[in-house]
């Protein structure tokens, strides 16, 4: 009997069942939501099982044949992306989908510019990106949700790979009339006693926080945001100092008012940027390919990106 189902019924029936309704299924896939609904119900009417139950302005849940089929639906979508690969690889072409994951707090600064200078050498490469926090990075991963992301070194876990390409010492952002703003290096024993906004990201605080400890000191912590760019505003505008590994491209804030970046001394891990993959994952041309661009790429923009000197140097 031939199968009459697509693998874009399929897509949608997955993404249906991990977001629990049909707008986040569409939001996921980037289809509208008439178009996700009527893929769900032909795949229900071609299997002749119902796959959801649908509750009024409550959203999806699987029925019991429809969370079984959730996981054989998965397994053939990341089959046939194996086809698609190996075909690719057979070829010789650098083509087809990817997608990127990338740690929020320096995505606005090396993504863009990093996927405009890939797709311009290789434009048969389509492109998608989500920005998230080391955690989601690391969830992501694990879901095949994304292919690679660029991230930090950061409580990374044995089941992922990671090849670092920068490292990135801490750097302390000061309010221009800050009472250390004028030392050419502030230690972790100059900052204690001084208010902190804290870049209160998984993981990334823990890192920060951790200067402190190692000195059996605690942080004066009197601010904490999840964004950049709050955390340079609020620095700007006297509220405390804050650590950061990425120095932007101008001393200001986003309101236009400067900040003092101070080199911190003392004996604290630099941060390391680069590439997290699944350990063990095949490596298609495209990976391959995009995995040997981003690192000549990002080597070569550090000075200019990160305000740090390129490992060229």
């Known amino acids: 009997m031939p199968l009459r189902y697509t693998l874009r019924q399929l897509e949608y029936f997955v993404a249906v069942g991990e977001t629990g309704s049909i707008a986040g299924a569409s939001q996921q896939v980037n289809v509208s939501s008439p178009s996700v609904s009527a893929g769900v119900s032909q795949l229900e009417e071609e299997l002749g099982v119902k796959l959801f139950v649908r509750h009024h302005a409550q959203g999806l849940t699987p029925t019991p044949a429809g969370r079984r089929l959730l996981d054989h639906a998965r397994y053939v979508l990341q089959q046939a992306g194996v086809l698609r690969d190996l ?37 048969d490469v389509r492109i998608t990106q989500i920005e998230a926090d080391q955690s989601g990075l690391f969830s992501l991963q694990r879901q095949a949700k994304i292919d690679l992301a660029l991230t930090y070194d950061l409580d990374l876990p044995r089941d992922l790979t990671f090849l670092p390409i920068l490292e990135l010492p801490p750097l302390v952002a000061l309010h221009e009339a800050h009472p250390l703003a004028h030392l050419p290096a502030i230690s972790i024993t100059d900052l204690a006693p001084h208010p902190m906004v804290l870049l209160d990201l998984p993981h990334s605080a823990e890192y920060f926080l951790s200067f402190f400890a190692e000195q059996g000191l605690r942080a004066n912590i009197s601010e904490r945001t999840r964004d950049m760019a709050v955390m340079r505003g609020l620095v700007a505008n006297g509220f405390g100092y804050s650590i950061m590994n990425v120095r932007p491209q101008n001393d200001l804030a986003p309101d236009g008012k400067p900040i003092r970046f101070v080199p911190l001394t003392g004996k604290q891990r630099p941060m390391k940027l680069g590439i997290l993959t699944s350990a063990g994952s095949d490596r298609t041309q495209l990976h391959k390919a995009f995995v040997s661009h981003a690192q000549s790429w990002i080597e070569s923009h550090a000075s200019k990106l990160l305000g740090v000197p390129s490992p060229r140097d």
Do not use: K, M
């Not at 990127?100 to 606005?108: D, E, K």
């Open 87 to 123: 075909a690719g690889d057979l070829s010789g072409s650098v083509r087809g989908p990817l997608a990127i994951g990338c740690l929020s707090t320096f995505a606005q600064i090396v993504l863009p510019g990093l996927r405009h200078s890939f797709v311009e050498q290789h434009s």
